[in-house]
């Protein structure tokens, strides 16, 4: 019972996540919806098998892809803001610095 | 009906990898891929009753982590 509702709850946050991959207009944005993809659709199915079968290879799976995922979020958005790709007016906005 | 929902969701994304304006946009939409790649094969090992695919799940995971690491440091021109 609570593990398709895990199941459900899953899928809508990966197709909010692709669907935020799309719609949004930059780099740093997109990043946003990486972790949502990651953390709401993968990390919650992954606690939901590991609920059903019982097996601890998931566990090691759901702390392999939380340290991973935040590193690799890090890295990219890092490169793009070295390799010079400007954030638009939205930081601006929200009391980020002018670049 | 799970994996439907997934299959739409790494569509999507590869649909911005293909159409991103920029290099950034590509790398990111190609691990987020790769994310929901690995909740799509660990969804289907128990689906299916393959108790292999969680394995293929692992390889892909560090195999798309470290790929995402390079192609940055790439993308960042560190990497001579």
């Known amino acids: ?99 | 009906m799970i994996e439907l929902a997934y299959i739409i969701a790494i569509a999507l994304c590869l649909a911005r990898a293909i159409f991103g304006p920029s290099f950034a946009d590509r790398v990111v939409s190609i691990d987020t891929a790769s994310a929901l790649l690995i909740g799509f094969i660990a969804y289907m090992g128990v689906y299916l009753d393959l108790s292999y695919l969680l394995d293929i799940a692992f390889v892909i995971a560090i195999l798309s982590f470290i790929g995402t690491i390079v192609v940055s440091l790439y993308m960042k021109g560190s990497l001579k």
């Open chain 1, 1 to 99: 019972m609570i593990v398709q509702l895990l199941w459900w709850v899953s899928a809508f946050f990966a197709v909010v996540g692709a669907i935020g991959i799309v719609r949004f207009n930059e780099v740093y944005l997109r990043v946003h919806a990486n972790t949502v993809c990651t953390v709401g659709g993968t990390m919650l199915l992954l606690v939901s098998l590991a609920i059903q079968t019982g097996s601890p290879k998931y566990l090691l799976l759901i702390i392999f892809l939380a340290i991973t995922g935040s590193a690799a979020s890090h890295i990219i958005a890092n490169a793009a803001y070295e390799s010079g790709v400007k954030p638009t007016d939205t930081f601006k906005v929200h009391g980020g610095k002018d670049v």
